[in-house]
């Protein structure tokens, strides 16, 4: 009897209703600048992850077009997000420091923006405007010269 088992995809948890696969993020390794001395020239800790948000199929379209509008100048042409990570000297550090930045930046994108609703200023706030100008008035009349007061 064979059993048959189901190959689970690791995910990334993002929100409730939001997971990104794994197989969908990009990684490499690059040389990092900064502190490190002789080690930094020897080894690639910086890590650079892509993440195409065009192609995810983990993302509702309205949180995909705001992630590109978020992402600025960190998305190209074809639709990658591209975040680098140099801060840490240790390459597992600077992986889990980029996608944590990419899973906030997917986080801001998957609230919805409150649309303003248009009011009406109170009466009161009416009243006490016209009252502020009615004063103004006054004090520029003041300014001005009488009529054959030369």
């Given at each position: 009897?064979s059993?048959?088992?189901?190959?689970l995809?690791p995910m990334?948890r993002i929100t409730d209703q939001?997971s990104?696969?794994?197989s969908?993020?990009?990684?490499s390794?690059?040389?990092?600048?900064?502190p490190?001395?002789?080690?930094v020239?020897?080894?690639?800790?910086?890590?650079?992850l892509?993440?195409n948000?065009?192609?995810?199929r983990s993302?509702?379209?309205?949180?995909a077009?705001?992630?590109m509008?978020?992402?600025?100048s960190?998305?190209?042409?074809?639709?990658?997000?591209?975040?680098?990570?140099?801060?840490?000297?240790?390459?597992?550090r600077n992986r889990e420091?980029?996608?944590a930045?990419l899973v906030?930046?997917?986080?801001?994108?998957s609230v919805?923006p409150v649309k303003r609703?248009?009011?009406?200023?109170?009466?009161a706030?009416?009243e006490?405007?016209l009252?502020?100008?009615k004063?103004?008035s006054?004090?520029?009349?003041?300014r001005?010269k009488?009529p054959g007061?030369?």
């Open positions: 009897m059993v048959k088992r189901a190959t995809k990334i939001i990104i696969e794994e969908e993020l990009e990684e390794f690059i040389r990092a600048s900064g490190g001395g002789q080690h020239n020897k080894t690639e800790t910086a890590v650079q892509r993440f948000v065009r192609r995810s993302l509702p379209n309205d949180v077009l705001r992630l509008k978020l992402a600025g960190r998305l190209t042409l074809d639709g990658d997000i591209v975040l680098v990570a140099q801060n840490e000297r240790s390459q597992k420091e980029a996608l930045r906030a930046l997917i986080r801001e994108a919805r609703r248009a009011t009406k200023p109170t009466k706030s009416r006490k405007r009252q502020g100008k004063l103004r006054g004090i520029k009349g003041l001005q009488k007061a030369e």
